[in-house]
Protein backbone atom coordinates (compact mmCIF):
# COMPACT_ATOMS: atom_id res chain seq x y z
CA UNK A 1 0.00 0.00 0.00
CA UNK A 2 1.43 3.35 -0.90
CA UNK A 3 1.18 6.08 1.93
CA UNK A 4 2.14 9.67 2.57
CA UNK A 5 2.95 12.19 -0.25
CA UNK A 6 3.22 9.26 -2.77
CA UNK A 7 -0.54 8.57 -2.25
CA UNK A 8 -1.06 11.91 -2.66
CA UNK A 9 0.81 12.75 -5.45
CA UNK A 10 1.13 9.70 -7.60
CA UNK A 11 -1.73 9.55 -9.55
CA UNK A 12 -2.08 13.17 -10.13
CA UNK A 13 1.66 13.44 -10.80
CA UNK A 14 0.95 10.14 -13.03
CA UNK A 15 -1.87 11.59 -14.86
CA UNK A 16 0.01 14.56 -15.79
CA UNK A 17 2.85 12.83 -17.13
CA UNK A 18 0.79 10.75 -19.28
CA UNK A 19 -1.22 13.78 -20.53
CA UNK A 20 2.09 15.82 -21.19
CA UNK A 21 3.07 12.55 -22.96
CA UNK A 22 -0.03 12.05 -25.30
CA UNK A 23 -0.03 16.11 -25.95
CA UNK A 24 3.37 15.55 -26.93
CA UNK A 25 3.19 12.69 -29.28
CA UNK A 26 0.36 13.60 -30.79
CA UNK A 27 2.02 17.29 -31.53
CA UNK A 28 5.26 15.84 -32.32
CA UNK A 29 4.12 12.60 -34.53
CA UNK A 30 0.98 14.19 -36.15
CA UNK A 31 1.29 17.55 -35.75
CA UNK A 32 -1.99 17.92 -34.29
CA UNK A 33 -2.64 20.32 -31.12
CA UNK A 34 -5.03 18.11 -28.84
CA UNK A 35 -7.58 20.24 -28.03
CA UNK A 36 -10.73 18.52 -26.69
CA UNK A 37 -13.44 20.53 -27.57
CA UNK A 38 -12.02 21.08 -31.39
CA UNK A 39 -11.20 17.51 -31.93
CA UNK A 40 -14.90 16.98 -30.63
CA UNK A 41 -16.12 19.36 -32.58
CA UNK A 42 -14.83 17.72 -35.63
CA UNK A 43 -16.85 14.79 -35.07
CA UNK A 44 -19.99 17.00 -35.46
CA UNK A 45 -18.49 18.89 -38.41
CA UNK A 46 -16.11 15.98 -40.20
CA UNK A 47 -13.61 17.09 -42.98
CA UNK A 48 -12.83 14.00 -45.65
CA UNK A 49 -10.64 11.94 -44.44
CA UNK A 50 -10.59 13.61 -40.81
CA UNK A 51 -12.99 11.75 -38.84
CA UNK A 52 -11.63 8.63 -37.81
CA UNK A 53 -8.23 9.79 -35.75
CA UNK A 54 -10.61 11.93 -33.74
CA UNK A 55 -13.18 9.15 -32.91
CA UNK A 56 -10.20 7.05 -31.95
CA UNK A 57 -8.41 9.83 -29.78
CA UNK A 58 -12.58 10.12 -28.03
CA UNK A 59 -12.73 6.17 -27.77
CA UNK A 60 -9.21 6.18 -26.39
CA UNK A 61 -10.44 8.98 -23.54
CA UNK A 62 -13.42 6.95 -22.84
CA UNK A 63 -11.55 3.56 -22.00
CA UNK A 64 -9.06 5.25 -20.00
CA UNK A 65 -11.76 6.36 -17.71
CA UNK A 66 -13.29 3.05 -18.01
CA UNK A 67 -10.05 1.72 -16.73
CA UNK A 68 -9.46 4.02 -14.30
CA UNK A 69 -13.00 2.91 -12.71
CA UNK A 70 -12.05 -0.91 -13.28
CA UNK A 71 -8.99 -0.43 -11.64
CA UNK A 72 -9.97 2.42 -8.66
CA UNK A 73 -13.94 1.60 -8.19
CA UNK A 74 -14.42 4.41 -6.00
CA UNK A 75 -11.84 6.84 -7.58
CA UNK A 76 -14.91 8.76 -9.24
CA UNK A 77 -17.33 7.86 -5.98
CA UNK A 78 -16.99 11.93 -4.62
CA UNK A 79 -17.02 13.40 -8.24
CA UNK A 80 -20.30 12.16 -9.02
CA UNK A 81 -23.41 14.21 -10.17
CA UNK A 82 -26.76 13.58 -8.46
CA UNK A 83 -28.48 16.37 -10.35
CA UNK A 84 -28.86 15.62 -14.04
CA UNK A 85 -30.23 19.06 -14.81
CA UNK A 86 -26.95 20.60 -12.89
CA UNK A 87 -24.88 18.39 -15.28
CA UNK A 88 -26.99 19.77 -17.63
CA UNK A 89 -26.28 23.16 -17.44
CA UNK A 90 -22.58 22.33 -16.00
CA UNK A 91 -21.88 20.85 -19.78
CA UNK A 92 -23.71 23.80 -21.81
CA UNK A 93 -21.78 26.38 -19.98
CA UNK A 94 -18.79 24.74 -20.99
CA UNK A 95 -19.60 24.58 -24.15
CA UNK A 96 -20.25 28.12 -24.25
CA UNK A 97 -17.00 28.74 -22.63
CA UNK A 98 -15.11 26.79 -25.58
CA UNK A 99 -16.78 28.59 -28.37
CA UNK A 100 -16.41 32.01 -26.55
CA UNK A 101 -12.75 31.28 -25.82
CA UNK A 102 -11.40 29.49 -29.15
CA UNK A 103 -10.57 26.39 -27.27
CA UNK A 104 -10.71 24.24 -24.18
CA UNK A 105 -8.89 23.45 -21.15
CA UNK A 106 -6.99 21.08 -22.81
CA UNK A 107 -6.32 23.08 -26.13
CA UNK A 108 -4.98 26.74 -24.18
CA UNK A 109 -4.14 25.20 -20.95
CA UNK A 110 -1.85 22.09 -21.69
CA UNK A 111 -1.56 23.04 -25.72
CA UNK A 112 -0.88 26.31 -25.54
CA UNK A 113 0.36 27.18 -22.53
CA UNK A 114 3.22 24.95 -23.44
CA UNK A 115 3.69 26.38 -26.72
CA UNK A 116 3.91 30.02 -24.69
CA UNK A 117 0.97 31.32 -26.85
CA UNK A 118 -0.63 35.04 -25.74
CA UNK A 119 -4.27 33.92 -26.15
CA UNK A 120 -4.35 30.71 -24.19
CA UNK A 121 -2.02 32.28 -21.58
CA UNK A 122 -4.95 35.14 -21.73
CA UNK A 123 -7.57 32.24 -21.75
CA UNK A 124 -6.09 29.73 -19.04
CA UNK A 125 -5.80 32.87 -16.65
CA UNK A 126 -9.45 33.67 -17.05
CA UNK A 127 -10.93 30.36 -16.74
CA UNK A 128 -8.87 29.47 -13.58
CA UNK A 129 -9.42 32.54 -12.22
CA UNK A 130 -13.12 32.21 -13.06
CA UNK A 131 -13.06 28.72 -11.36
CA UNK A 132 -11.26 29.76 -8.41
CA UNK A 133 -13.51 32.68 -7.86
CA UNK A 134 -16.77 30.02 -8.52
CA UNK A 135 -15.15 27.65 -5.55
CA UNK A 136 -14.51 31.21 -3.42
CA UNK A 137 -18.69 31.92 -4.01
CA UNK A 138 -19.89 28.84 -3.48
CA UNK A 139 -17.70 27.42 -0.29
CA UNK A 140 -18.34 30.23 1.54
CA UNK A 141 -21.37 32.06 0.64
CA UNK A 142 -23.76 29.52 1.30
Not at 19 to 37: K, P, W, Y
Not at 49 to 64: I, N, Q, T
Not at 68 to 83: D, G, H, L
Request: glycine share 16%; proline share 4%.
Amino acid sequence: MISGAAAAFGPPLLGGLLIGAAVAMLLLLDGRVAGISGIVGGLVRPAAGDWSWRLLFVAGLLAGGLVAQAISPNAFERWAVTSMPVLWLGGALVGIGTRLAGGCTSGHGVCGMSRVAPRSIVATLTFMGTAATVVFIVRHTS
